[in-house]
């Protein structure tokens, strides 16, 4: 998609971080956009903040992981707007953590949800239409999660290894089909943005029994370090500029920096090799190498 000017992007997941600056940079290429978040008040700064900028903006407050809430945000932007060219499927959750024994179906439902069905309805809500206009793209954030796996973060890395197929499956239909509509699938690494503390959004039916763990040393120290790698890692604007640069280019394959590409390298070689998985330590682990 060469020409963005005019046209209108769907951006889920955009009243903060990676979600808030793609739809500021789609803005700036002369997009019109809508922002789906399910935090209304952070929703509304957002689109009074691109309208105070001279963008037209629409905001959706949606919940990704309802199949009518994606339906309803497919045609609240037609109606606006009359046309979608770009769907970024964006939005996300950090999701249970710690050994999968210990988590709970609550866990799991809320990160799947999210994560995965977030996509899965984004998908049947949207590619008909780009499709029937044979124009457009679709953007899907995965992970370096999705091509490898960290220790405690199952749901986590499930839901991202489900995003990377189905932005490959999708890829591939389309051009079997012969179909104009570009994929990108997006694998950020640690990336400056409000994932840590997703908590905040998990529904109350979903949540983890209320109790104090026992907090050691060692926990407390990852959790300063964690605190310190997500304030001070990449900032979400320059992630925007590889997004709109990889829709306007055509291009599949969106990384933000090479930090776990020897990770990645390690687990399809151990794949090559009929190995057993590599033993590795945890992200931040890695991040720190």
Same mark, same amino acid.
């Given at each position: 998609?060469?020409? $963005?000017?005019?046209?209108?992007? !769907? ?6 971080? /990676? ?11 002369? /997009?019109?956009?809508? #922002? ?6 952070? $929703? ?20 990704? @992981? ?36 210990? =988590? ?23 590619? *008909? ?19 490898? @796996? ?13 995003? !990377?197929?189905?932005?490959?499956? $999708?890829?591939?239909? #389309? ?10 699938? $997006? ?15 998990? *529904? ?5 029994? =209320? /109790? ?13 370090? @964690? ?14 500029? =590889? ?22 390298? +390690?687990? =399809? ?9 590599? @033993? ?8 720190? +190498?």
């Amino acid at each position: 998609m060469r020409d $963005l000017e005019g046209k209108t992007a !769907v951006v889920t997941g955009a009243a903060s971080g /990676m979600g808030r600056a793609f739809a500021d940079r789609l803005a700036r290429a002369g /997009m019109r956009v809508v #922002l789906a978040d399910v935090e209304r008040a952070p $929703l509304q700064v957002a689109v009074a903040e691109l309208e105070a900028q001279g963008a037209t903006a629409l905001g959706v407050v949606t919940d990704v @992981s309802n199949e009518n809430d994606m339906n309803a945000l497919r045609t609240r932007a037609l109606e606006q707007f009359g046309t979608v060219e770009v769907v970024c499927l964006n939005a996300g959750v950090a999701g249970g953590t710690g050994p999968m024994e210990t =988590l709970t179906a609550g866990d799991w439902q809320w990160t799947l949800g999210v994560n995965l069905w977030g996509i899965i309805h984004g998908v049947r809500a949207f590619v *008909p239409e780009l499709k029937r206009q044979d124009a457009g793209h679709v953007v899907i954030t995965a992970s370096i999660a999705g091509l490898t @796996s960290f220790p405690n973060m199952g749901p986590y890395n499930v839901t991202k290894h489900g995003a !990377v197929a189905i932005a490959e499956t $999708l890829f591939s239909e #389309l051009r079997d089909q012969g179909s104009s509509v570009g994929v990108s699938c $997006l694998c950020p690494g640690v990336v400056h943005t409000n994932i840590v503390t997703s908590e905040r959004n998990r *529904p109350e039916a979903l949540r983890r029994p =209320l /109790m104090e763990p026992e907090r050691t040393n060692e926990d407390l120290d990852r959790g300063r370090a @964690s605190y310190e790698v997500f304030t001070n890692a990449k900032p979400p604007q320059e992630v925007a500029d =590889l997004v709109h640069d990889a829709i306007v280019e055509g291009r599949f394959w969106i990384f933000t920096d090479e930090v776990f590409t020897p990770e990645i390298n +390690k687990r =399809l070689d151990a794949i090559r090799d009929r190995a057993d998985p590599v @033993s590795r330590g945890s992200l931040l682990d890695v991040y720190f +190498k």
